[in-house]
């Protein structure tokens, strides 16, 4: 299989509404914000999306989530020395060959031929000293809303009886949650065929990320997130007539403009731009 032949970039513009799209953790899981009042969303977020989103299509993922675990590894130095995928301690062990470790790794995994991947292993594994690191060709940048959101705040109460035989009602737990009002959001990402080559990223694999950035935000519900709150509105899809591209990623983000009510306007670039509509 070739591996990619033009190098792409690509947007994802993307809404909120009564939701908590990423929670800082080191802020009372406040939806994350920068200081101008402008929402963000991680790109290490946006990533376990995609890897959720691939998993359900069936691909191979290293990193995997969980709640959402396909093998039941308990680790991911458990999941890269398990003999079921078929490299185990002889690939990773203390005399791995490390090329040939990263290119195993690679026709493994979708997500480590993707995003790349640092395998690295303690001194009390059987692969002490081993750091095999790998440089993925498909990068994704944090989302960032096109307007300051409004955060709203709301204490909760809950009441649970916990222990004994259920007849006393437990002590009430305080508790706050928070939410982005209405935002519209956008994520730019790009591939890179001179990486893809020491990866193996094919054509096949970059048409795989396109099919399933429309439903980015499908089966992700939770509390913080309920059914409809985050959908995408377009994903932009800008492929280059060759591996170096006739202009700089730069200068293909910066000619889509999106305004607050999600409507993209795109300025003429060296690039032709396709528009594909949300799930």
Known sequence: MTTLQNKIDFAIVFSVKHANPNGDPLNGNRPRTDYGGFGEMTDVCIKRKIRDRLLETGSAIFVQSDDRKTDGETSLKNRAESETNGLGKAVFGAKANKDETARKACEKWFDVRAFGQVFAFGKSSDASGVSIPIRGPVTIQSAFSVEPVSVTSTQITKSVSGEGDGTKRGSDTMGMKHRVDQGI???????????????????????????????????????????GSMAVKKIIWWKHASKAGQCSSAKVHGSLTVDADGVITLADTCVEAEIIEGF
């Open 185 to 227: 959001y956008v994520c730019f990402g790009s591939m890179n065929p001179q990486l893809a080559e020491r990866t193996g990223f094919s054509d096949a694999d970059a048409g795989t990320l396109k099919a399933i950035l429309p439903c980015l935000f499908e089966n992700d519900a939770s509390s913080a997130r309920p059914e």
